[in-house]
């Protein structure tokens, strides 16, 4: 049970989850080092012109782990600022970056992918929404459950994944592999390369 007041509990709040109201507060270098709640009402966020600043744990994003390396925390840096605008369009805008363990699919090696997304989402509730959702924004459909930022973050950063994910040539661990298959290949293609048909006509009249 709480003992305090109410706006006591209410900056205790702010403090634990990064909700900052826009009046008299902006982020100008957001604090990444507080864990962000699982779930959140955006149209809450929304009315109340929140920003959200914080990060998010990889580990639970079973869609994104298939292409992560095991075994290495990793987190995403998440900045989102709700609101509505001039059109009354609730909205969720910011950026979600993370710097990436992958695995490369030619050395199985690890390599480093950095993310940086843009997110601009306008909230819809049905198919009348949708329609009237301006170009510059992607539909973020909502229904009564709350807002999942684990999958929110989670669709952004598979977005910016390689389509394979692979190091450049010149510094994978495959290199020397590489090159001594392309030698291998290349020999063999020179054994079965069809003599000159002008070879041909050259012996035939040596032996006239």
């Not at 990444?32 to 990060?55: I, Y």
């Not at 580990?59 to 292409?67: D, I, K, P, T, W």
């Not at 040539?169 to 048909?197: F, M, R, T, W, Y």
Request: glycine share 6%.
């Amino acid at each position: 049970m709480w003992s305090g007041s109410k706006n006591q509990f209410i900056q205790r709040l702010n403090q634990e989850y990064s909700f900052d109201s826009e009046v008299g507060c902006r982020y100008h270098a957001p604090p990444m080092s507080r864990r962000l709640p699982e779930f959140v009402d955006p149209v809450k966020l929304c009315d109340t012109r929140q920003t959200l600043a914080g990060a998010v744990p990889l580990a639970s994003m079973e869609r994104l782990g298939q292409s992560l390396v095991q075994g290495i925390d990793q987190e995403a840096e998440v900045l989102l600022e709700f609101g509505s605008d001039e059109a009354g369009i609730r909205y969720v805008r910011g950026s979600v970056q993370a710097k990436l363990e992958l695995v490369c699919q030619r050395c199985m090696g690890k390599m480093s992918w950095s993310v940086e997304s843009q997110v601009a989402l306008g909230i819809v509730r049905g198919a009348r929404d949708l329609q009237f959702l301006p170009d510059h924004y992607e539909p973020l459909e909502m229904g009564d459950e709350p807002l999942s930022l684990t999958a929110l973050v989670e669709d952004e950063l598979i977005l910016g994944l390689p389509i394979v994910a692979m190091h450049e040539p010149e510094i994978c661990g495959a290199k020397n592999v590489i090159d001594s298959l392309n030698e291998q290949v290349d020999k063999e293609l020179s054994k079965e390369k069809p003599e000159s048909p002008f070879a041909v006509l050259k012996q035939l009249k040596s032996k006239q």
